[in-house]
C-alpha cells in the first residue's frame, strides 16, 4: 500500500478517506498549483465619462417626459396626465444610445 502525504492542514482528506479514493478514482496526489505571472494591468478611466452619460440620458428622458403633446401629455377633464414615466423613457433612451452611440 502506498504511503499517503501528511495532510497539510486540519481540512484536509484523512488516510482512511485517500485509501479510499485509490479504490474510486485512482491514486490520490496533492493538485499541483502553477503560479503565472499576470499582464501588466493598465489603470482604471476615471468614471466620470459614464457620470455624465447617465445624466444625459436622465435629462432627455425628463425633456421627453414634459414635451406639450400626447402620447406625452393628455388634457382629460380637469387634470393633466403624462402616462409615460420619465423612468422608461430613461431606460429607452439609454438602450437607443447604447446601440446607436459608438463605443
Known sequence: MPAYPAPAHSAAMSEEALRSLDSMEGVYSLPVVETVRGARVEE?????????????VAAIAYAIHYLPFPPFRIVGGAAIRRPVSAAILAIAVGALLRNLAPM
Do not use: L, R, T
Open 44 to 56: 482604471k478611466a476615471a468614471p466620470w465619462m459614464g457620470y455624465c452619460a447617465v445624466a444625459c
